[in-house]
């Protein structure tokens, strides 16, 4: 007699049943869209003598390996960990973190997004909740990862400083300026903060470094997208430093798991319980208490 098949526990390590009775797609761990030419050499070759011969490459920067038989899929995963591959997750847990390039190669980068989601994901990757949950990591206001669309999205940005005495009054960074936050005055720049949304733009165009930059965050929280779309809500100023992001994404994680009902997203969460005890939370999280 066959063994019945845990298709649930199987689940929990990224093995996704198909339409096809006795194949499942597996799931791989990929951090920040990234993954070195060994890790892809072995995937390849996985697909190949296990799967057949292709390799699906999710909207969340995933890779999922169709037609792996159930009764390999221990020898796959064995053969995928001498590559340094490791497998992803399905469920009601933390997802894989996704992540643009960053500053460590786009010109627009405004954070190293890739070493953030590489620490995100030693925090919370599957970490078990109600639902699923995920983080977008994004390096700029260019938002190239549409953070709001993750129950937290984290953005980029940088408060400016205006060095009056270095500028040279070539209006560059007034025309860089996407928010028209920027206009010259008899001959000096004067900043809207108002309409500033910390792109940083002008910071890069100055040729003579007349704007300071600090890089920060800018956090949202409770986006979706699916059946039902909604752009998570930034309700905290730009985070200028590890310490208090990290604290503000504890404060997150932590009032989904207490809070919400099985099955029901954060969104959902938010708008079942109320939004002010939650901000009030982030608001300590932020300040450090």
């Known amino acids: 007699m066959a063994q019945k098949v845990d298709y649930a526990a199987l689940k929990k390590g990224g093995y996704m049943r198909q339409k096809q009775k006795g194949y499942g797609s597996l799931r791989l761990a990929v951090i920040g869209g990234n993954l070195t030419a060994e890790n892809i050499k072995k995937v390849a070759e996985v697909a190949e003598k296990y799967g057949r011969g292709y390799v699906h490459m999710t909207s969340r920067q995933g890779i999922e390996i169709p ?52 620490e995100l994901d030693a925090r919370y990757f599957g970490r078990e909740l109600p639902h699923k949950f995920k ?9 190239c990862l549409k953070a709001e669309e ?51 733009r002008c910071v890069k165009s100055c040729p003579v470094d ?9 956090v949202s929280f409770g986006g979706t ?13 730009l985070i200028s430093d590890k310490e208090t992001l990290f604290r503000v994404t504890d404060a997150a994680i932590t009032f989904f798991e207490k809070n919400a009902n099985p099955s029901e ?25």
């Not at 591959?85 to 890739?114: F, K, L, N």
């Not at 997208?225 to 100023?237: D, M, R, T």
């Open 67 to 118: 037609f792996i038989k159930v009764e390999e899929l221990a020898e796959v995963k064995e053969e995928l960990a001498k590559g340094g591959v490791g497998t992803g997750v399905c469920g009601p847990r933390v997802r894989t973190i996704t992540a643009c390039q960053g500053s460590e190669v786009c010109p627009s980068g405004c954070v190293d997004t890739y070493t953030l989601a590489k």
């Open 135 to 143: 983080f977008g990591v994004t390096g700029c206001q260019n938002n």
């Open 150 to 200: 993750n129950d937290v999205g984290i953005k980029g940005g940088m408060n400016i400083a205006y060095k009056e005495d270095d500028c040279i009054s070539c209006g560059v960074c007034v025309k860089a300026c996407r928010q028209e936050a920027l206009k010259m005055v008899d001959g000096k720049v004067e900043l809207d903060a108002e309409k500033c949304n910390h792109c940083g």
């Open 210 to 218: 007349a704007w300071e930059g600090t890089p920060g965050y800018i």
């Open 225 to 237: 997208f699916g059946n039902n779309i909604y752009k998570g809500e930034e309700l905290l100023p």
């Open 265 to 289: 997203r954060f969104r959902k969460t938010l708008q079942r319980v109320g939004e002010e005890d939650f901000r009030k939370q982030l608001k300590e999280a932020y300040e450090g208490q």
